[in-house]
Protein backbone atom coordinates (compact mmCIF):
# COMPACT_ATOMS: atom_id res chain seq x y z
CA UNK A 1 0.00 0.00 0.00
CA UNK A 2 1.43 3.08 -1.14
CA UNK A 3 2.55 5.63 1.53
CA UNK A 4 -0.53 8.59 2.05
CA UNK A 5 -0.17 11.91 0.05
CA UNK A 6 -0.24 13.79 3.12
CA UNK A 7 0.76 12.40 6.64
CA UNK A 8 1.05 14.63 9.82
CA UNK A 9 1.63 13.53 13.18
CA UNK A 10 1.87 15.07 16.85
CA UNK A 11 1.70 18.72 15.17
CA UNK A 12 2.02 21.53 17.55
CA UNK A 13 1.68 25.26 16.01
CA UNK A 14 1.42 28.35 18.22
CA UNK A 15 1.11 32.35 17.26
CA UNK A 16 3.04 33.53 20.24
CA UNK A 17 1.41 32.43 23.70
CA UNK A 18 -1.58 31.27 21.71
CA UNK A 19 -1.54 27.83 21.08
CA UNK A 20 -3.52 26.69 18.00
CA UNK A 21 -2.73 23.42 17.07
CA UNK A 22 -2.13 20.47 19.59
CA UNK A 23 -1.01 17.59 18.80
CA UNK A 24 -2.60 16.57 15.62
CA UNK A 25 -2.90 13.74 13.29
CA UNK A 26 -4.08 13.69 10.15
CA UNK A 27 -3.51 11.54 6.81
CA UNK A 28 -5.01 12.08 3.27
CA UNK A 29 -4.40 8.86 0.99
CA UNK A 30 -3.95 8.85 -2.82
CA UNK A 31 -7.86 9.48 -4.15
CA UNK A 32 -9.61 10.49 -0.91
CA UNK A 33 -11.22 13.48 -0.10
CA UNK A 34 -10.47 14.75 3.59
CA UNK A 35 -12.97 17.26 5.63
CA UNK A 36 -11.75 19.60 8.22
CA UNK A 37 -14.68 20.70 10.25
CA UNK A 38 -15.09 22.82 13.26
CA UNK A 39 -16.18 26.19 14.46
CA UNK A 40 -14.18 29.64 13.89
CA UNK A 41 -10.66 29.67 15.41
CA UNK A 42 -10.56 25.43 15.95
CA UNK A 43 -7.45 25.17 13.80
CA UNK A 44 -8.34 23.98 10.72
CA UNK A 45 -7.08 26.67 8.27
CA UNK A 46 -4.08 26.54 10.28
CA UNK A 47 -3.66 23.25 10.06
CA UNK A 48 -4.00 23.22 5.94
CA UNK A 49 -1.60 26.12 5.79
CA UNK A 50 1.00 23.72 7.81
CA UNK A 51 0.55 20.90 5.32
CA UNK A 52 1.61 23.23 2.62
CA UNK A 53 4.34 24.85 4.16
CA UNK A 54 3.50 28.56 4.26
CA UNK A 55 3.19 28.10 8.60
CA UNK A 56 5.67 26.40 10.36
CA UNK A 57 4.95 24.10 13.08
CA UNK A 58 6.67 23.97 16.37
CA UNK A 59 6.97 20.12 16.78
CA UNK A 60 5.31 17.05 15.20
CA UNK A 61 6.28 15.42 11.81
CA UNK A 62 5.10 16.43 8.23
CA UNK A 63 5.51 13.67 5.19
CA UNK A 64 5.15 14.06 1.78
CA UNK A 65 4.27 10.99 -0.21
CA UNK A 66 6.38 9.06 2.94
CA UNK A 67 9.55 11.65 2.45
CA UNK A 68 9.58 13.84 5.87
CA UNK A 69 10.09 17.23 6.14
CA UNK A 70 13.58 17.72 7.05
CA UNK A 71 13.65 20.65 9.90
CA UNK A 72 16.23 22.96 11.40
CA UNK A 73 15.88 24.36 15.37
CA UNK A 74 13.52 23.56 17.72
CA UNK A 75 10.08 24.63 18.93
CA UNK A 76 9.58 28.95 18.22
CA UNK A 77 12.64 28.55 16.21
CA UNK A 78 12.12 25.32 14.03
CA UNK A 79 12.06 25.84 10.02
CA UNK A 80 12.13 23.68 7.07
CA UNK A 81 15.93 23.08 6.48
CA UNK A 82 15.84 22.14 2.98
CA UNK A 83 14.43 24.88 0.67
CA UNK A 84 14.46 22.84 -2.51
CA UNK A 85 12.41 20.18 -0.65
CA UNK A 86 9.85 23.00 0.19
CA UNK A 87 9.32 24.38 -3.92
CA UNK A 88 8.96 20.73 -4.67
CA UNK A 89 6.28 19.78 -1.74
CA UNK A 90 4.72 23.45 -2.77
CA UNK A 91 4.18 22.82 -6.31
CA UNK A 92 2.84 19.15 -5.43
CA UNK A 93 -0.15 20.53 -3.10
CA UNK A 94 -1.78 23.15 -4.99
CA UNK A 95 -3.66 25.29 -2.65
CA UNK A 96 -7.16 26.98 -2.99
CA UNK A 97 -8.22 29.93 -1.01
CA UNK A 98 -11.18 31.12 0.16
CA UNK A 99 -10.73 34.86 -0.83
CA UNK A 100 -9.26 33.62 -4.73
CA UNK A 101 -5.90 35.54 -4.38
CA UNK A 102 -5.90 36.39 -8.60
CA UNK A 103 -3.55 38.50 -9.84
CA UNK A 104 -5.67 41.92 -10.80
CA UNK A 105 -3.38 42.74 -13.48
CA UNK A 106 -3.23 39.59 -15.32
CA UNK A 107 -5.91 38.19 -17.85
CA UNK A 108 -7.57 35.06 -16.39
CA UNK A 109 -5.49 32.92 -18.38
CA UNK A 110 -2.28 34.65 -17.66
CA UNK A 111 -3.32 34.16 -13.88
CA UNK A 112 -3.78 29.87 -14.92
CA UNK A 113 -0.52 29.89 -16.72
CA UNK A 114 1.82 31.61 -14.28
CA UNK A 115 3.14 28.81 -12.23
CA UNK A 116 3.83 26.42 -14.75
CA UNK A 117 5.42 29.27 -16.51
CA UNK A 118 7.90 30.53 -13.94
CA UNK A 119 8.28 27.82 -11.35
CA UNK A 120 8.02 24.57 -13.36
CA UNK A 121 9.41 26.49 -16.84
CA UNK A 122 7.19 24.17 -19.10
CA UNK A 123 6.79 25.42 -22.54
CA UNK A 124 4.38 27.89 -23.44
CA UNK A 125 2.88 26.23 -25.98
CA UNK A 126 1.98 23.17 -23.92
CA UNK A 127 0.66 25.26 -20.58
CA UNK A 128 -1.37 27.58 -22.93
CA UNK A 129 -3.45 23.85 -24.48
CA UNK A 130 -3.51 22.41 -20.86
CA UNK A 131 -4.89 26.44 -19.29
CA UNK A 132 -7.19 26.81 -21.92
CA UNK A 133 -8.87 22.98 -21.53
CA UNK A 134 -8.89 23.33 -17.71
CA UNK A 135 -10.73 26.59 -18.03
CA UNK A 136 -13.40 25.27 -20.26
CA UNK A 137 -13.52 21.91 -17.80
CA UNK A 138 -14.73 24.60 -14.79
CA UNK A 139 -17.22 26.02 -16.95
CA UNK A 140 -15.15 29.32 -17.98
CA UNK A 141 -13.34 28.77 -21.28
CA UNK A 142 -14.98 31.88 -22.77
CA UNK A 143 -13.52 34.15 -19.61
CA UNK A 144 -9.66 33.28 -20.73
CA UNK A 145 -9.08 37.20 -21.82
CA UNK A 146 -11.07 38.57 -19.29
CA UNK A 147 -9.73 40.42 -16.09
CA UNK A 148 -10.19 39.06 -12.78
CA UNK A 149 -12.36 42.21 -11.87
CA UNK A 150 -14.55 41.30 -14.63
CA UNK A 151 -15.68 37.98 -12.91
CA UNK A 152 -18.19 37.11 -10.24
CA UNK A 153 -16.87 35.38 -7.52
CA UNK A 154 -17.84 31.95 -8.26
CA UNK A 155 -16.09 32.36 -11.78
CA UNK A 156 -12.88 33.67 -10.05
CA UNK A 157 -12.82 30.71 -7.65
CA UNK A 158 -13.46 28.15 -10.66
CA UNK A 159 -10.10 30.37 -12.06
CA UNK A 160 -8.61 29.78 -9.21
CA UNK A 161 -9.30 26.06 -9.37
CA UNK A 162 -8.31 25.97 -12.56
CA UNK A 163 -5.04 27.89 -11.79
CA UNK A 164 -4.31 25.22 -9.57
CA UNK A 165 -4.67 21.81 -11.50
CA UNK A 166 -2.64 23.69 -14.33
CA UNK A 167 0.53 22.68 -11.89
CA UNK A 168 -0.86 18.90 -11.66
CA UNK A 169 -0.29 18.62 -8.11
CA UNK A 170 -0.86 15.33 -6.33
CA UNK A 171 -3.34 16.59 -3.98
CA UNK A 172 -5.49 19.97 -3.55
CA UNK A 173 -5.82 21.75 -0.24
CA UNK A 174 -9.04 24.09 -0.50
CA UNK A 175 -9.43 26.31 2.70
CA UNK A 176 -13.59 27.66 3.23
CA UNK A 177 -13.79 27.41 -0.90
CA UNK A 178 -17.38 28.56 -1.12
CA UNK A 179 -17.54 30.59 2.04
CA UNK A 180 -17.28 34.11 0.47
CA UNK A 181 -19.86 33.42 -2.39
CA UNK A 182 -23.92 33.64 -2.68
CA UNK A 183 -25.43 30.35 -2.17
CA UNK A 184 -26.29 30.54 -6.21
CA UNK A 185 -22.77 31.21 -7.08
CA UNK A 186 -21.62 28.65 -4.42
CA UNK A 187 -23.42 26.05 -5.95
CA UNK A 188 -21.39 26.55 -9.11
CA UNK A 189 -17.99 25.70 -7.57
CA UNK A 190 -19.17 22.92 -5.72
CA UNK A 191 -20.10 21.27 -8.82
CA UNK A 192 -16.54 21.91 -9.77
CA UNK A 193 -15.07 20.16 -6.45
CA UNK A 194 -17.66 16.96 -6.45
CA UNK A 195 -16.31 16.28 -10.58
CA UNK A 196 -12.36 16.78 -9.08
CA UNK A 197 -13.85 14.27 -6.25
CA UNK A 198 -15.24 11.94 -9.20
CA UNK A 199 -12.17 11.87 -10.50
CA UNK A 200 -10.51 10.48 -7.42
CA UNK A 201 -8.33 13.47 -6.72
CA UNK A 202 -6.78 13.42 -3.38
CA UNK A 203 -8.24 17.03 -1.21
CA UNK A 204 -8.27 18.05 1.87
CA UNK A 205 -11.07 20.96 1.93
CA UNK A 206 -11.30 23.53 5.05
CA UNK A 207 -14.97 23.63 4.69
CA UNK A 208 -18.32 25.35 6.64
CA UNK A 209 -20.52 23.77 4.08
CA UNK A 210 -21.35 20.59 6.03
CA UNK A 211 -23.58 19.06 2.88
CA UNK A 212 -20.24 19.33 0.97
CA UNK A 213 -18.64 17.64 3.63
CA UNK A 214 -20.63 14.42 3.82
CA UNK A 215 -21.39 14.33 0.04
CA UNK A 216 -18.19 14.13 -0.72
CA UNK A 217 -15.61 13.37 1.82
CA UNK A 218 -14.09 9.88 2.64
CA UNK A 219 -13.41 10.87 5.90
CA UNK A 220 -14.33 13.75 7.97
CA UNK A 221 -11.90 15.73 11.31
CA UNK A 222 -14.01 17.53 13.32
CA UNK A 223 -11.46 20.12 14.99
CA UNK A 224 -12.13 21.42 18.44
CA UNK A 225 -9.73 23.97 19.85
CA UNK A 226 -6.80 22.67 18.15
CA UNK A 227 -7.34 19.11 18.64
CA UNK A 228 -9.26 16.30 16.59
CA UNK A 229 -12.37 15.67 18.96
CA UNK A 230 -13.55 13.16 16.67
CA UNK A 231 -12.84 11.51 13.16
CA UNK A 232 -14.19 8.65 11.15
CA UNK A 233 -16.59 8.15 7.87
CA UNK A 234 -19.35 11.31 7.25
CA UNK A 235 -22.00 8.72 7.51
CA UNK A 236 -20.91 7.95 11.45
CA UNK A 237 -19.50 11.15 11.91
CA UNK A 238 -23.54 12.95 11.02
CA UNK A 239 -25.67 10.15 11.72
CA UNK A 240 -24.53 9.59 14.87
CA UNK A 241 -22.01 11.89 16.54
CA UNK A 242 -20.24 10.58 20.08
CA UNK A 243 -19.39 13.82 21.47
CA UNK A 244 -20.77 15.98 22.98
CA UNK A 245 -18.93 18.92 21.11
CA UNK A 246 -19.78 17.47 17.98
CA UNK A 247 -23.38 17.16 18.84
CA UNK A 248 -23.59 20.56 19.48
CA UNK A 249 -21.48 22.17 16.52
CA UNK A 250 -23.79 19.86 14.18
CA UNK A 251 -27.08 21.61 15.52
CA UNK A 252 -25.34 25.19 15.87
CA UNK A 253 -24.89 24.37 11.61
CA UNK A 254 -28.29 23.02 10.82
CA UNK A 255 -30.00 26.45 11.99
Do not use: Y
Request: glycine letters at 8%; a neutral charge; proline letters at 5%.
Amino acid sequence: MSAPVIEIRDLHKSFGALEVLKGVDLAAPRGHVVALIGSSGSGKSTLLRCCNLLEDSQQGEIRFEGEAVRWRGEGAGRHPADRAQVIRIRTNLAMVFQSFNLWSHMSVLQNVMEAPLTVLRQPRAEVEARARALLAKVGIAEKADAWPAMLSGGQQQRAAIARALCMEPKALLFDEPTSALDPELEQEVVRVIRALAEEGRTMIIVTHDMKLAADLADHVVFLHQGRIEEEGPPATLFGSPRSERLRQFLSATAG
